[in-house]
Nanobody, 125 residues
């Protein structure tokens, strides 16, 4: 129902910053949560951050708390992930997701119905 397109990935040195964007289009139903996940080679998909579309409550993985900030601009149907103090272990494909499944948790992929294609973030030493 929702189409998501990520942008803003790239190559940065450790300690640098990137801002990822997720532009949403199409019909949305219910009260959506927007989330960011990442997946490194050989690793499971990992929750990064999430935000409620209505109300703006935010949630973060412990590994990024204090370094990453999720925000949204509802007028633009866009969600952002500001990433500061990047570390090599942050290297992964970052994907934006949208949706709500009341039977699940916002911290797991099953909660989200729609996904973007992902954008590569590479942090060099």
């Amino acid at each position: 129902q929702v189409q998501l397109v990520e942008s803003g990935g790239g190559l940065v040195q450790a300690g640098g910053s990137l801002r990822l964007s997720c532009a949403a289009s199409g019909r949305m139903f219910g009260s959506y949560v927007m989330g960011w996940f990442r997946q490194a080679p050989g690793k499971e998909r990992e929750f990064v951050a999430a935000i409620r579309v209505i109300g703006g409550s935010t949630y973060y993985a412990d590994s990024v708390k204090g370094r990453f900030t999720i925000s949204r601009d509802n007028s633009k149907n866009t969600v952002y992930l500001q990433m500061n103090s990047l570390k090599p272990e942050d290297t992964a494909v970052y994907s934006c997701a949208a949706g709500a499944r009341s039977s699940s948790s916002i911290y797991v992929p099953l909660f989200y119905a729609d996904w973007g294609q992902g954008t590569q973030v590479t942090v060099s030493s």
